[in-house]
Each structure stands twice: as C-alpha cells, then as structure tokens.
C-alpha cells in the first residue's frame, strides 16, 4: 500500500519532469525563432549578384523572397544569379525560413531615387516635331515642365486652332516624377497647305499657355517650290532659267510663255536674261528670295518672285 508521503513525492517528481521537459522545448522554439542568416559576402557586379554566407543545414534561401539557392549540411551557402535588378535603396533582405531575415547591403550598388516631387511644377515649354508633314502623316507633341511633377502627375490641356488640319487628344498628364510627356497630333489629308497652333494650357489659364505651329501639306507642295518672273520697265526681253523650266518672254512690261514654274524643294536655279534688239537690261529688282538672281533656292510650297528690268535704248 502506498502511503501518502510516498504519494506526494511522486507527484512532485512527475511534475518536475514536466516542467523541465516544457522548459527544453520553450528554449529550443526560442533558439529557432532567433535563428539568422550571416552575411559573410554581398555584391553586385552590374547585373551579376553573389550572396554568401551562413545559415541553418539543408534550408532553402531566398533573397528578398524570391528562393535563389540552398544551404549545405553545415549551413554555408553560396547565391550566384545574373540578370538581378539593383533595388532602389541597394540592400536586399535574405533568409532561411527563420523569423528573423537578415539584410545585406550590396557592395557596388549606386542608390537611385526619383527626383523629389514640387508642388511649385509649371507648364514651360510645348513643341511639336516635325513642324511639317504630309497629311495624314501625324506627328509627335511634348510638354515640359519647369520642374519634377507632383504626387498625383502633372495635367495639360490640349486644344488646336484648326482641327480641319490637325487634332490632339484633350489632355496629357505628366507622370508624378517627370518633367516632361508627349502626345500624337493626328493630321489630316488637305489640298493646300495649312497650319495649325498647338496649344498647351493649366486649368484653363490661356494667360500662360504654350503653344507650337504645325504646317500640314499634300505631297506636291510639300516636295515643290516655284519661282515667277514678274516684268518690269518699259522694254523688252527674254528670262530662261537653269535647270530648265522659266522661259519667259516680255514684251513692254507684259510677259507671255512660261513666266512661273515648279522646281524641288532646295533646288538652286539660275535665272538670265537677255534683252532684246531695242532694250537695255540694267539689272534686277531686289525682292525676297530673289537678291541674287543666279542662285535662287527653292522653298517648299514657296513662290520666289524675280524681276527683271528691261528699257528701250
């Protein structure tokens, strides 16, 4: 028959047991639960990373919680992986399935940081390229700003004085960040050439607007130039020029033949004149485009106007 004391003692003995085997497992969780990984290595080499280090047996490591290798049966570890993107700050957070991961700062990484937002941020400059096309070719806008865009971005209204030629979309933001944007002006198909402003406006206020011009042409007068001879004096004479294509005949102050003609844009003429029996010719009449009439250059859906004056003798 047990006796109570012998009773007593037992169960103090038992619990004893309990409480030390609940004490190993509450260190044990507790020595897992500090576990880290240590950092013996970290660099980046343009896009190439390596991480060494130290860790528990046979875990799986993962680098900012992507899994990149494995470690030994003694813990070591040793990550190589090409095509790695720098994070902003440089430092990366690696990790065995631990509580607590370890951060590595990588040695060879630059910081990069977006440029501060400004609330001060204006409209500075809107500019449209190319400033000429052939309908319905379009063409490209950009809008800058005097300094980074908010929180938010950056919005510009949109509008052109001539539709009929050219349009745009109604606005355009310029990301939070960014100094600048751009937008397709969409052009149409004319018959002669037109122009339209591009106007670029901040919550209506038209007393800051900025603007572009874009010429919209069809394919001829996009491509051509022509120069005309306008008669002058009271004698008469013959105008040809070189390449061939002005031939013209003037007969007291009026012209007949080909007194107007189409050349390619660039294209530099010559222009001579010969009087005729009864005349002198004294020169030509300075006129824009036409101050000196051996080399003209061609401008595009430009007409050069060139005078000759021719007198009786």
């Given amino acids: ?17 309990v409480g030390m085997l609940v004490l190993i497992g509450t260190l044990v969780v507790t020595s897992a639960a500090q576990a880290a990984v240590s950092i013996s290595r970290a660099e980046l080499s343009g896009t190439q990373l390596r991480i060494e280090g130290q860790a528990s047996p046979n875990r799986t490591i993962t680098v900012d919680g992507v ?3 494995t470690s030994d049966g003694s813990g070591k570890f040793r990550i190589e992986r090409s095509g790695f ?18 951060t590595a700062r990588l040695s060879g ?25 052939i309908g319905p070719d379009p063409a490209t806008g950009t809008v800058t700003l005097s300094s980074a865009a908010p929180s938010g971005g950056f919005t510009v209204d949109l509008t052109s004085d001539n539709t ?18 751009t937008f397709t002006v969409s052009t149409k198909e ?10 670029g406006t901040v919550g209506g206020d038209f007393s800051i607007e900025r603007h572009a011009v874009i010429t919209v042409w069809d ?15 009271s004698g008469s004479g013959r105008v040809t020029s070189q390449p061939a294509g002005i031939d013209c005949t003037i007969v007291r102050g009026n012209g007949s033949g080909t007194c107007n003609a189409f050349f390619p ?10 009087p005729a029996a009864d005349s002198n010719f004294v020169g030509w009449r300075s006129l824009p485009g036409c101050f000196d009439a051996s080399k003209v250059r061609v401008a595009r859906g430009t007409t050069i106007t060139c005078q000759p004056s021719f007198f009786l003798r």
């Fill in 164 to 181: 009929a030629a050219a349009t745009v979309p109604p606005s355009i933001t310029v990301p939070a960040g960014s100094t600048s944007a």
């Fill in 219 to 233: 394919s001829f007068h996009f491509s051509n130039g022509s120069i005309a001879i306008l008669p002058g004096g």
């Fill in 190 to 199: 004319v018959t002669n050439a037109q122009s339209a402003v591009i106007i």
């Fill in 265 to 274: 844009v660039g294209t530099v003429v010559k222009l001579e004149a010969r």
């Fill in 67 to 69: 899994t990149m290798g």
């Fill in 85 to 102: 993107t720098a994070p902003a700050d440089c430092t990366v957070d690696v990790n065995d399935g631990s509580a607590t991961a370890a």
């Fill in 1 to 17: 028959m047990t006796t109570p004391r012998k009773a007593l003692f037992g169960a103090y003995s038992r619990l004893a047991v």
């Fill in 109 to 133: 990484c630059t910081e990069s940081s977006p440029p501060p937002p400004s609330s001060s941020a204006s409209l500075s400059s809107l500019t449209v390229s190319p400033t000429d096309v």
